[in-house]
């Protein structure tokens, strides 16, 4: 690529739609955070009864 030819930068922006107000974000962010809440819950549960009555 020459130098005497810049490429001006570009300012593309994402659509507006693509994070937080697309409807698929707030149901997989919903069933993602419910699948965390149900493996690390019980786990740390089990974990500080382990601890305890070690």
Do not use: S, Y
Request: charged letters at 15%; hydrophobic letters at 50%.
């Amino acid at each position: 690529m020459p130098t005497d030819q810049e490429v001006p930068p570009t300012t593309d922006k994402a659509p507006d739609w693509w994070h937080r107000d697309h409807p698929t974000f707030t149901a997989i962010t919903g069933f993602f955070t419910g699948l965390a809440f149900v493996i690390v819950v019980p786990g740390l549960f089990a974990a500080i009864l382990n601890w305890i009555f070690e």
